[in-house]
């Protein structure tokens, strides 16, 4: 019978731990697409001739340096590199216990 209780709790940890994967992987795409508007903002940038241009900060448009922008948009991409790199030493703890947790629940 404690045998049953223990592989209950295996699996209801393994279910459990599935799903904080797929909130991870949602979690990564998010920022991903994230980085690729900052990337795409940036280029623009670059392209420009123009010293100022707008920022939308909540309902507003801001009128800022071209190169502050620059400054910015590098921050950011910089922080969110680093969440994602976070998120993916995490991704593979999880995956490790998951391969415990397997060979477990199999023998």
Do not use: C, H, P, Y
């Amino acid at each position: 019978m404690e045998i049953k209780k223990e592989q209950k709790e295996a699996l209801d940890q393994f279910q459990l731990l599935q799903q904080q994967l797929q909130t991870i992987a949602i979690q990564k795409e998010s920022l991903k697409l994230q980085t690729l508007e900052i990337e795409k903002a940036l280029e623009e940038l670059k392209k420009t001739e123009q010293k100022e241009a707008l920022k939308i900060v909540g309902n507003i448009m801001v009128k800022k340096s071209v190169e502050e922008l620059k400054k910015e948009l590098e921050e950011d991409k910089e922080n969110l590199s680093i969440r994602i790199s976070s998120l993916e030493k995490v991704e593979e703890k999880i995956n490790n216990k998951l391969k415990e947790l397997q060979t477990k629940l199999k023998g």
